[in-house]
């Protein structure tokens, strides 16, 4: 059995792990735009330019990758061994492409961000950075 308080300790390592991968990985895959800005969602764009004519969009490109990583969870799981990387770096990926492939959705639907934070602002979701709720073991 696992414990909410395992839980919660699991949730925490995968959050520190996929921030770590993002810090580390992130810059190659963003690319600064004419403007000077640095467009996060670059590496999906130009993916998406380059398949131009095919059925995909940005969106669709993001959700090709994070299933790159789910796949290779996946094989871990039924192959019950690691390969070349990480278990923890594959779910930390995985983590920060359902980020990646929200933030996408989110571009093309820019209606959608209110909606979002009325969502958060109506649950029990707790922000990154607070601490996780006690709960009774008893």
């Given amino acids: 059995m696992t414990t909410p308080t395992e839980f919660d300790l699991i949730r925490s390592i995968l959050a520190k792990a996929a921030e770590g ?5 992130g810059p190659d895959y963003a690319h600064h735009t004419e403007d000077g800005e640095v467009d996060r969602l670059a590496n999906f764009k130009g993916v ?34 690691l390969s070349s990387e990480s278990l923890l770096g594959r779910f930390a990926d995985a983590r920060n492409y359902l980020d990646l492939l929200l933030a996408c959705f989110a571009e093309s639907n820019p209606d959608m961000v209110p909606k979002l934070t009325a969502e958060i602002d109506e649950s029990n979701f707790q922000p ?3 601490p996780p709720p006690v709960y009774d073991n008893g």
């Fill in 21 to 25: 991968e993002l810090v580390t990985k």
């Fill in 48 to 81: 998406s330019n380059r398949l131009e004519g095919a059925p995909t969009d940005l969106t669709t490109v993001c959700a090709v990758y994070l299933e790159k990583h789910i796949f290779a969870i996946e094989r871990a799981v039924k192959d019950r061994k």
């Fill in 128 to 130: 990154v950075g607070v």
